[in-house]
């Protein structure tokens, strides 16, 4: 798509947008013309209008029906995780058997890290990327140790060349054919949380699965942001949080992916990973279901479900297809302005930025992430509040600014870079 720097450029697609009438599904912090600009979905998503409703009903058939809810319910509550199983398949490009909801990213990580981390002669190491969230190299750190392995050895990561900040596939393709059989698993983000950049998960578990390593990913930053297929594309395993691009609320419910070929891994077992035929006979002897399911431990969680539930719901009703159409088209527009507004013709300015996410649509998803090479930029994230625009800062150097095709508009990015430029002084 062409851009213009018009303003009216902006209103022209926000009246053609399909998706325009979503933005009346969430709320939003401020009214009416104070209501906030938000580009902080991809940190916390905003609360759909129809979450309380979804909870609602769950508490008044647990004020109704009590112990029977869990049968007899609206959802009955025993099968309550079944109702994801379409809606993440849909996300995930994935068989209905191979999702779940269940737990927290980082919790999930743990269980699947027993599953698929099998260190043996040589195949002890993992590869992840520099500057992977800390909260997973924490996991991957301890789940060595714990193996009596060590870390420093173990654990591999690759970065960006000098001078760069993405990290080009092909370096982690070479390093993953460099360790080989030394090579256990590779487990790294979909999408960084730093950079916004999207990775190629289809070539890297080729790659993986030619050294005979496993392959998983930590799909935070792109559930409901980037297509995935991770079927096709022979992922092994990958978990996600909900509260983000899910909007699902703080803490929300989370989420797994096995793949169809691993069903048969062990794992660590609780009742609800246990046959359902089974479940409730109380046997000592433990017969998982097949499937993602048969990953679960504890029952599910249903009222903290049920705002996923709702969220997924608007989802499925906005079609993934326009959403995922959008969101290409608001940071490519937000890319567009940045780079014609906020480019300053004096070099002497007060600060010096530069966009360090990819420009290809295909390495990246609803987010920009923007370098300050000189200035305080941290600062510029209060300063925008004040004016009622949400962005987020990333230490040591990163604004993250993050359009979410459901509830942000053209508009919305044209007021931001607007004020961007005026804040940095970039006008001349
Ligand atoms: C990329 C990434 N991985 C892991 C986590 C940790 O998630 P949790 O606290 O839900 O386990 C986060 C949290 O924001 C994240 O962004």
Redesign the pocket.
């Known amino acids: 798509m062409k851009f213009s720097t018009d303003k009216k450029f902006a209103k022209s697609l926000d009246l053609k947008d399909p998706l325009k009438d979503f933005k009346k599904q969430f709320l939003i912090p401020g009214k009416g013309k104070n209501s906030q600009i938000y580009f902080c979905g991809n ?1 916390l998503g905003l609360q759909p209008v129809t979450a309380k409703k979804y909870i609602e009903t769950e508490l008044k058939d647990w004020a109704e029906l009590a112990v029977e809810g869990h049968f007899k319910g609206t959802n009955p509550w025993a099968d309550y995780h079944k109702l994801f199983r379409k809606p993440l398949a849909a996300l995930c490009g994935a068989l209905p058997e191979e999702v779940v909801a269940m737990n ?6 743990h269980l699947l890290l027993v599953s698929f981390y099998w260190p043996r002669e040589r195949r002890v190491k993992i590869l992840t990327e520099a500057g ?5 190299i924490y996991a991957l750190t301890s789940q060595i140790e714990i193996r009596g392995f060590d870390p420093a050895e173990c654990l591999v990561e690759v970065g960006p060349r000098e001078g760069e900040f993405a990290i080009r596939d092909e370096d982690i393709i070479s390093k993953i054919e460099e360790l080989g059989d030394e090579l256990a698993l590779v487990m790294m ?1 979909g ?3 730093y950079t916004g950049q999207a990775f190629d998960m289809e070539a890297i578990a080729e790659a993986a699965h030619n050294a005979g390593a496993y392959v998983g990913f ?1 799909l ?2 792109a559930i409901g942001n980037i297509p995935l297929n991770l079927h096709e594309w022979q992922v092994d395993f990958a978990t996600w ?1 909900s ?2 691009y899910l909007n699902a609320g703080p ?1 929300a419910t ?1 989420g797994l992916f096995v793949h169809s070929e691993n069903f048969h891994l062990p794992r660590f077992a609780g009742w609800w990973g246990n046959d359902e035929k089974e479940r409730f006979l109380m046997k000592p002897e433990y017969e998982p279901s097949i499937g993602a399911e048969g990953w679960q431990l504890s029952n599910a969680p249903v009222l903290p479900m049920a705002v996923l539930k709702a969220s997924l719901d608007i989802f499925q009703k906005a079609g993934l297809k326009k959403i995922f159409k959008k969101s290409e088209q608001l940071t490519a527009y937000l890319e567009y302005l940045i780079k014609i507004k906020c480019t300053p013709a004096q070099k002497e300015k007060p600060y010096k930025i530069r966009i360090i996410t990819p420009t290809e649509p295909s390495r990246r998803g609803a987010q920009l992430s923007i370098y300050f090479e000189k200035g305080d930029g941290k600062r510029l994230v209060q300063q925008f509040a004040k004016e009622g625009i949400i962005l987020d800062w990333r230490s040591p150097n990163v604004l993250r600014v993050s359009p979410a095709p459901l509830y942000n508009s053209f508009t919305e990015v044209y007021t931001f870079v607007e004020k961007f430029a005026e804040f940095c002084e970039y006008i001349n």
């Open positions: 940190s927290s990213l980082t919790a999930n990580l992977s969230f800390s909260s997973d983000s999408v960084n949380y930590d935070a930053h949080c509260y983000k803490g989370a």
